[in-house]
């Protein structure tokens, strides 16, 4: 697998990273590295983004999903199927959102270890035949040696992209049910974690080469308008499609209290009403009305 992983993503993309190198003005490695982060994270943006969708879609399932659980608590069979056919209505699966995720994430350590070689001209061998190469690499970048740590300036922005990444990222509060989320472990650790993590990008960021903060900067700014993008167009549609879902439920279709005029016609699109009515006449109290489902 070590083999594989070496020939089909960690050689190709220390191949593109040298190709930039040589391609930028004066070799900058500084723009090479943003330019191959933004690649990178264009070809995987479909994937983020139906990650995000579907990440809400599951939130917004949480409380149907524990009413099944409490309706079928003593069969696990039926459970699963009822969870499996909720997760189908809704477009989604607790699964869909983890292959894309394991993929983006082998391939961004790989790129991360990438950069880590990619300072200086030592490791040409891995470059192919036909491949151009710079002469130099020129590791400054706005007057920081991207090949020596930066004590200050890229950890500070690299932790502060990395906070408004988090963020952005937490799930909207409900205000109706803020007792709930208090006592939720979960949304706490996700709370804790907002904190925690740009604190540690910082102290890592000045401990490693400056070259991989510039790489978590671009990282995180693209994210942050990923982020953006998702919080106000996909998540508002995830919600209107869970919200239609809801409605057109068969437990909330509601008894037919009044029959209108001529009432022979169809009724959401699946139920059928027998017999005329007599014309302006409201079904009389006590009166059944006999309902037959399409076939």
């Not at 690649?39 to 939130?59: A, D, N, T, Y």
């Not at 690299?158 to 007792?179: E, H, M, N, R, V």
């Not at 005029?261 to 302006?280: F, L, Q, R, T």
Request: glycine share 4%; net charge positive; with cysteine.
């Amino acid at each position: 697998m070590k083999a594989f992983l070496k020939a089909a993503i960690y050689t190709p993309l220390f191949n593109i990273l040298i190709f930039l190198v040589w391609l930028m003005p004066n070799h900058s490695l500084g723009l090479a590295i943003i330019a191959i982060t933004l690649i990178m994270r264009f070809i995987f943006l479909p994937s983020s983004l139906k990650q995000g969708v579907s990440q809400e879609k599951l939130r917004l399932l949480q409380p149907r999903l524990k009413e099944l659980q409490e309706k079928h608590k003593g069969d696990k069979s039926a459970q699963s199927k009822a969870m499996m056919d909720l997760y189908k209505q809704a477009g989604t699966s607790p699964w869909g959102a983890c292959l894309p995720m394991i993929v983006q994430l082998v391939v961004l350590i790989l790129l991360y270890r990438v950069f880590q070689i990619g300072l200086s001209t030592s490791r040409f061998d891995l470059l192919y035949s036909w491949m151009p190469r710079p002469d130099f690499i020129n590791t400054s970048f706005f007057g920081i040696d991207l090949s020596k740590p930066d004590l200050w300036v890229l950890p500070i922005l690299a932790a502060l992209a990395q906070f408004g990444q988090s963020f952005l990222a937490l799930p909207k509060k409900d205000p109706t049910q803020k007792k709930a989320e208090a006592d939720n472990p979960m949304m706490a650790a996700t709370n804790q974690m907002m904190y925690f993590f740009p604190i540690i990008t910082l102290f890592i960021a000045r401990k490693l080469p400056a070259a991989l903060a510039v790489y978590w900067v671009t990282t995180s700014l693209f994210m942050i308008l990923q982020q953006l993008y998702i919080n106000k167009v996909l998540k508002p549609r995830a919600r209107a499609h869970m919200a239609n879902l809801d409605s057109i439920s068969p437990d909330n279709i509601n008894a037919i209290k009044t029959v209108p005029a001529g009432a022979d016609k169809m009724i959401a699109g699946s139920n059928k009403i027998v017999g005329p009515v007599e014309d302006n006449k409201p079904a009389a109290k006590g009166v059944s009305v006999t309902i037959r489902r399409k076939k």
